[in-house]
């Protein structure tokens, strides 16, 4: 029963080695920055000078600032009207030739003023901003707000001059009498459509960078607390690091690098498997299941790094991987190989170790909660648990970094976790395509199997009723085993259901759904009454089939009997001077278990048969049964295909007893009534 530590087999590790090679193709070749540091924690290493010049790079709040400040600030776009200059001009020449003697001085001040532009007003926002734009002589310039003229400045300021070169009585009368404050006319006419383009793109591009530190400088001293103005500097230098210096550094170092720690992290796979559950690398189709899975997770991981903005990987529904394998593996099992499916994440993205952390809790948060919330709309609630775990430890690393949540700005990350656990809803259907690619069960689909309401079960139920109790008392003893030995519960419930499904093709022929005073094997041989015995597995494979049951449900039919005897008949058949070379007429038509739910319901199933014959339920000989059915199975070599231990076996054993002696307990024998 015990098996060789390491699997055996090319088909267990050539997908390792193809998957090695593709992994490595798509792996970013770049090296890795070697300061690891924290807001508010002492640096660690030695006094960083820098040994390259780099640009400082803004900080997210810098950035939302500068764009909420271009966002409010609107500088208008006005074009000069060289026609309403001439037109003006043209009649105040006419008027000043018939009225007044001083034409040229008028003149003069009013092409000063349109020479500046004219506009109706000015908004207190636009004074407030001290800039507008001007369109004249086929060019645009920016112009300060006081070298141009509102109507009531401009008035203003006509009088005042002619106030100081005729005096202010006479500019007076001759400002009056001629009417001048009619001939102004704003020149500059607002253009609305050229003011708003102008306003998105000085709000759509601001400059990362604030500016520049230079060979030599320092950047930070040993031992010195890591505020968030030495942040700014480090993590400047690790993007210029990054994208540049780690690329031009030594590439067949960094790949030889990179190729040893995806090496690693696949080993790590390998292991979690090879340890946590071993008999996976004996279903062909569970393993490529879980290395696909590891190669889209990879895949995902190392594109998204590639592109170098985390932000865009809270998108990725991590969790979503770990309920695809809850699907079809024990929760034991799921843990520890999500976490190693996670390990990438330390590698190739900046932040590695934040969102390796987040989304690990948040996959445990998912496992837990979704046994509960698995169906409907329940499935949102599921989803909503995921979102609280993975925005809440984001915001513990928000705290870490120094960063006040009240001015924090940009919820573009949180708004990602949100989509992220959505994701984890709408994504999970495709588990019904694993199911279809790899001919897997998932537990959804065990579960529906399992009620006793379905075509086939309630065909057992009609035609065989005894059968049917039986296989449901097989059922809860089946559950009770799998349970104390970490075996798949739902699995081995629904194989017990069905292991007996043959027996309603021809009921009459078991004794449980015998009708009383009818022995259907009276007049019939050894050797015919086992064939009908027999051939209820025959029978039940094929009923099986024929409702589309899935293989690993149909292998309980073929492996509940093993390849032991009918032992009763064989046993008539030699009394009556039967030959031994015959044995094979009475052996069933099955294999041998070969895994530990197999193995429990054998043993349920022989012990609940033979449980019903005995006559003393103490202690002692329930379990002389237990041991002697067990024994005879043991030693017919039916468990020697099996991947179970000679402990757990021994657990199945306790598990037998106690069951047995619970069911068949001592009743209270109720006193008659007296008579009167």
Avoid at 112 to 141: C, P, T, W
Avoid at 271 to 299: H, M
Avoid at 616 to 630: A, F, G, H
Wanted: glycine letters at 6%; charged letters at 20%; aromatic letters at 12%.
């Amino acid at each position: 029963m015990e098996k060789d530590i390491f699997p055996k087999g090319w088909k267990v590790y050539l997908p390792l080695i193809v998957i090695f090679v593709i992994m490595l193709f798509f792996f970013p070749n770049v090296g890795k920055f070697k300061y690891h540091y924290q807001i508010g924690r002492p640096w660690a290493y030695e006094t960083l000078i820098s040994p390259i010049d780099f640009p400082i790079l803004k900080t997210e709040r810098e950035l939302m600032d500068e764009r909420e400040e271009r966002s409010s600030s609107v500088i208008p776009y006005f074009r000069y009207d060289e026609k309403i200059r001439k037109e003006v001009g043209e009649r105040l020449s006419k008027a000043i030739d018939t009225l007044s003697a001083d034409a040229d001085l008028v003149l003069s001040l009013f092409d000063d003023v349109y020479d500046y532009g004219v506009v109706s007003s000015l908004s207190a926002q636009e004074i407030e901003n001290g800039m507008v734009f001007v369109h004249k002589d086929r060019r645009a310039a920016e112009v300060p707000v006081e070298n141009i003229f509102d109507i009531a400045h401009a008035g203003e300021y006509i009088r005042k001059q002619l106030a100081a070169g005729m005096g202010e009585e006479r500019a007076d009368s001759l400002y009056a009498a001629m009417g001048l404050s009619d001939y102004l006319v704003p020149n500059l006419i607002f253009d609305q459509a050229t003011t708003d383009m102008i306003h998105k793109e000085a709000a759509g591009y601001i400059s990362p960078t604030k500016g520049i530190i230079y060979t030599g400088q320092l950047i930070v001293s040993k031992g010195e607390i890591v505020t968030s103005e030495i942040a700014q500097l480090l993590d400047s230098y690790r993007a210029e690091y990054l994208s540049d210096m780690g690329i031009a550094g030594n590439t067949i170092l960094i790949a030889v690098g990179n190729g040893l720690l995806l090496l690693l992290s696949l080993l790590a796979f390998f292991a979690a498997i090879l340890f946590v559950d071993r008999t996976v690398f004996s279903d062909s189709r569970k393993y490529f299941f879980l290395l696909t899975l590891y190669v889209i997770s990879t895949l995902i991981i190392e594109l998204l790094g590639a592109v170098g903005n985390t932000s865009y990987m809270h998108l990725i529904p991590f969790p979503l991987f770990a309920l695809y394998m809850l699907a079809f593996f024990k929760r034991n099992f799921v843990f520890p190989l999500y976490t190693v499916l996670l390990l990438p994440l330390l590698v190739v993205t900046a932040e590695g170790t934040e969102l390796f952390f987040i989304n690990l809790l948040a996959g445990i948060v998912a496992i837990i909660s979704y046994s509960r919330f698995n169906r409907g709309w329940l499935q949102f609630v599921n989803a909503f648990f995921i979102f609280m775990t993975l925005s809440l430890s984001y915001t513990a690393f928000v705290f870490l970094q120094n960063e006040d949540l009240g001015q924090y700005r940009d919820y573009r990350d949180i708004f990602y976790l949100g989509l992220a656990s959505l994701f984890c809803v709408a994504g999970y259907p495709l588990i019904f395509l694993f199911e279809r690619v790899f001919m897997l069960v998932s537990n959804s689909r065990l579960l529906e199997l399992a009620d006793t309401n379905n075509k086939l079960l309630r065909l057992m139920a009609e035609k065989a009723p005894g059968t049917f109790q039986h296989v449901l008392q097989v059922m809860n003893i089946s559950d009770a085993c799998a349970r104390a030995i970490g075996a798949n519960v739902q699995l081995v419930r629904t194989g017990a259901l069905y292991h007996d499904i043959g027996k309603t093709v021809n009921p009459q022929c078991f004794v449980e759904n015998a009708a009383p005073g009818v022995n259907y094997h009276e007049g019939l041989t050894p050797e015919e009454s086992a064939r009908d015995i027999i051939k209820h597995v025959d029978d039940g494979v094929a009923l099986a089939k024929k409702s589309k049951i899935p293989q690993i449900i149909i292998d309980f039919i073929l492996s509940h009997h093993g390849t032991t005897k009918t032992e009763y008949f064989y046993n008539m058949y030699l009394r009556g001077g039967g030959d031994p070379s015959q044995a094979g007429l009475f052996q069933y038509h099955g294999f041998k278990p070969k895994t530990k739910e197999q193995v429990i319901l054998m043993f349920a199933d022989t012990v609940e048969a033979a449980s019903r014959s005995l006559k003393d339920y103490s202690q002692q000989s329930v379990t002389e049964l237990v041991d002697r059915v067990i024994g005879m199975k043991m030693d017919d070599g039916q468990l020697e295909d099996a991947e179970i231990s000679l402990k757990e076996v021994s657990v199945l054993k306790s598990v037998l007893v106690e069951y047995l002696m619970q069911i068949n307990h001592a009743r209270i024998a109720y006193p008659k009534r007296p008579q009167k």
